[in-house]
Structure formats: structure tokens, C-alpha cells
């Protein structure tokens, strides 16, 4: 192995055992095979999990592309202290063809079915099967020789029927079934694949001509991208889009816990809601002031050289909670890595702190409540319902994402 791939493998090992440390919800969606040479990897992550994911990539150094266009899709690149870096692609949905926009809902399926690989969450053969073959002939119109090899090594283990199945058997043009498609992969009959492709996208090059541009205005947009990539990680870092804040390390060394409830990342401004324990509370605003924290507004602020600090601290006595009830929507946060005493709320304990809180945690403060998946509203109302705290989820619901 070249030391290109080995430093490539030790820092995909690093950000893989940092996801399984957070308790992140993730699945490397195609490319095993060729995780040590591929110019990218594919990652499918829960909807709820986007932040823990990113904690730990920033973590290590990474930083968060530009948004694309589709908000199921995030850009990331992490590298080590060598210069090699990789580029982490990050989807949430499972949506296909650029043009068709078709949404499948097998994600959730998928990551439930995932399994373990070494040190990397695979999907089931299964499932890999149907995602990677949509890909092709959805997203890319052909079936290029890696995807042949992939698709080949596990067309035998493909359990029938299966949710993949039945959504790529929806798809199919006149005279194509899902029996027809794995026959041919087992076949190795692509170029019937590729017949299946230009049929459902309306006619031969129907997509590709849909996204054409001219020559030459492909070539200056990738000139374009080409520079605005060697030039954004210094502009990410500059502005502090992917601190760590510094409470976290403040709380550490006092052995306070807390929980973190927002966390929201912004250029030259970081905003973060804990809540702490009310006799932790007490003792805290101390800390804050000999670490250079100012309180101002109900929020204690501290300027660094990537831009300002906005810490907003909560307890179970501001938020009308119970120590059990508290104990109970605490139960379900996940690690912090490396840190012992910070803990990341759930999506379902984050959207009834927002609404518990008011305008004191603030939709603006959390930055999640738009963003909230239906699992995470669910189980925000279990919690509600075994605490009689629904009415005030139902305002949240009715005011702030209706």
C-alpha cells in the first residue's frame, strides 16, 4: 500500500470510529471494495444525526463545503496534518435523477438493515444492491466498470421482495420488471441496464441534454470550482464555521455536566444552548468569568479570533422540569467524544426544550426546529405525552413549523 492509501486509510479509520464513538447513525452507501482508492466516499447518515456527524468531522479538522442545491446532500473534506485529505459525500435522502426527483423513503429501511464491516457500517446486501443499481441507471445513466464489479458480487444474496425492490419495480418502463433487471446484472447484460435508463428518462441522451452546457462553459465552471476549493478552506477556518466552542472545554475542566441542545455555527458567530444541572448552575457563571465570558442579554458572550462566542444556559428548573422528567429526555443523548461530561441532546429532547424554553432557547438559538425529521417529532411527543408537556409541543408545531 502506498503512503498516499495508508494515511487516506488511517484517517477514514479516524472519522469512522469517531461516527461509532458519537453513536451516529451512518452507513457507507456503495464503494467497499474501493474505499482505499476512490476519490470520494458515500456516506447515508440520519437526518437527526447531521450534527453529531459534523461535531465529529470538524473535530478533525474537516470542514463543510458550500451547500448544494439539494439540502439532502452535504460536501465535506477532511484532512490529516500531512495534507492528504478525502471528500466525505453525505446524504440523508435517498432521491434519484436529478431531473425526476424521485423519492424512495428507503433510507430509514437501510439504516436499520445496516451491518457491521471491520470498522465500517455497511448496508445489507440487499439493499446495496437496489441503491447502487438505482444510482447507475437513475443518476448516471450507465453502469460503469467499478459499479459492474459491486453489483455482480452480491446479485446471489438479494432477498425477494424486498423494499428496494418494489420501488425500483415502480419504476419500471413497459416490458422491464425487477426479475428482468437482476437477471441481466447476473447476465452481465449492462447494456440492457442502459436501455432501461433512457426509457424511463424519456428518450436516448433525454437527461443528458436536459444538464448540457456548452464546452467551453463547462470547462470555465470547473476552473471556477477548481479555485473556489483551494481557496474556501482558509475562508471556512477564517470565519470560524467549524469551531468547537470553547464552553465545551470549559465545562470539561470543572466537571460540569451538560447537555447540548443547539448548536448553530455561523460566519464569525457561534451559538450554543446547554442545559446543566440547577446546582451546577449555581456555581457556573464563575467559571464563565474567569474563562473571559461576559454576560449580556441573558447570554454570556466571549470574542475570539474566528468571531464571537453565544452561550445560552438552561436547567431543568428554568424549563419547568422535574428531575425525572429531565433524567428521562436526557437518557437518550449521545457521547461527545472525547469529552466525558458533554452529552448531545437527541432531535426529539431538542424540539420540547425549544418549545419547554419559549423565546428563551429561541427557534434562532437551536437552529434546528424547520430542519426536525418526523422520527425526531415523534419522539418529542412520546416524551410530551409521558410528562404532560404535549400542549406546549403542539404550539411549537403549530407556530413555528406549520
Given at each position: ?24 447513525n451512518w ?34 479538522g ?9 439540502p ?16 466525505i459525500?453525505?446524504?440523508t435522502?435517498?432521491?434519484y ?8 423513503g ?13 470498522a ?15 444510482h447507475c441507471?437513475?443518476d ?35 416490458g422491464?420488471?425487477?426479475?428482468r ?27 443528458a ?5 456548452p ?10 470550482r ?23 472545554d ?8 451538560a ?11 457561534c ?24 454576560r449580556?442579554?441573558?447570554v ?17 428548573a ?16 449521545t457521547p ?59 404550539l ?7
Amino acid at each position: 500500500m502506498t503512503p498516499h492509501a495508508l494515511a487516506r486509510a488511517a484517517l477514514l479509520d479516524q472519522v469512522f470510529s469517531g461516527l461509532e464513538d458519537a453513536a451516529v447513525n451512518w452507513g457507507l452507501l456503495r464503494g467497499r471494495a474501493t474505499l482505499d482508492v476512490a476519490r470520494d466516499v458515500d456516506l447515508l447518515v440520519a437526518a437527526d444525526d447531521v450534527g453529531v456527524f459534523e461535531d465529529v468531522l470538524f473535530g478533525l479538522g474537516g470542514i463543510a463545503m458550500p451547500r448544494s442545491l439539494h439540502p439532502w446532500h452535504r460536501f465535506y473534506v477532511c484532512e490529516d496534518p500531512t495534507g492528504h485529505s478525502i471528500q466525505i459525500d453525505v446524504v440523508t435522502e435517498l432521491r434519484y435523477s436529478r431531473r425526476l426527483q424521485l423519492v424512495s423513503g428507503l433510507e430509514a429501511g437501510c439504516l436499520e438493515r445496516r451491518r457491521k464491516d471491520g470498522a465500517v457500517q455497511v448496508l445489507d446486501p440487499t439493499d446495496l444492491f437496489w441503491t447502487v443499481l438505482l444510482h447507475c441507471l437513475l443518476d448516471k445513466q450507465t453502469v460503469n466498470e467499478r459499479r459492474r464489479t459491486e453489483l455482480s458480487s452480491v446479485v446471489q444474496q438479494v432477498s425477494r421482495p424486498s423494499p428496494g425492490e418494489v420501488f425500483f419495480a415502480s419504476l419500471c418502463p413497459p416490458g422491464w420488471s425487477s426479475g428482468r433487471a437482476l437477471e441481466a446484472v447476473a447476465r452481465g447484460d449492462w447494456e440492457a441496464l442502459s436501455e432501461w435508463a433512457i426509457q424511463l428518462s424519456g428518450g436516448p441522451g433525454h437527461a443528458a441534454d436536459t444538464l448540457a452546457e456548452p464546452r467551453f462553459a463547462a470547462g470555465g465552471r470547473r476552473l471556477l470550482r477548481s479555485s473556489a476549493r483551494a481557496v474556501y478552506p482558509a475562508v471556512w477556518r477564517r470565519a470560524g464555521l467549524g469551531v468547537t466552542p470553547r464552553i465545551m472545554d470549559v465545562l470539561e475542566s470543572v466537571s460540569i455536566e451538560a447537555t447540548v441542545v443547539g448548536l448553530r455555527r455561523r460566519p464569525g458567530i457561534c451559538d450554543i444552548v446547554i442545559v446543566v444541572p440547577d446546582a451546577q448552575l449555581r456555581d457556573l457563571p464563575r467559571q464563565l468569568t474567569r474563562h473571559r465570558y461576559r454576560r449580556a442579554g441573558g447570554v454570556w458572550n466571549r470574542a475570539a479570533g474566528s468571531g464571537l462566542e453565544r452561550v445560552r444556559l438552561l436547567s431543568p428548573a428554568i424549563l419547568g422540569l422535574s428531575g425525572p422528567a429531565w433524567s428521562d429526555l436526557d437518557r437518550s443523548s449521545t457521547p461527545m467524544p472525547p469529552r466525558a461530561h458533554c452529552r448531545r441532546a437527541s432531535a426529539g429532547t431538542r424540539l420540547l426544550v425549544v418549545a419547554l424554553a419559549g423565546e428563551l432557547a429561541g427557534r434562532g438559538a437551536t437552529g434546528q426546529v424547520e430542519a426536525a425529521s418526523d422520527r425526531a417529532w415523534a419522539d418529542a411527543e412520546q416524551l410530551a405525552i409521558a410528562h404532560g408537556l404535549l400542549p406546549r409541543l403542539e404550539l411549537l408545531r403549530r407556530h413555528e413549523v406549520a
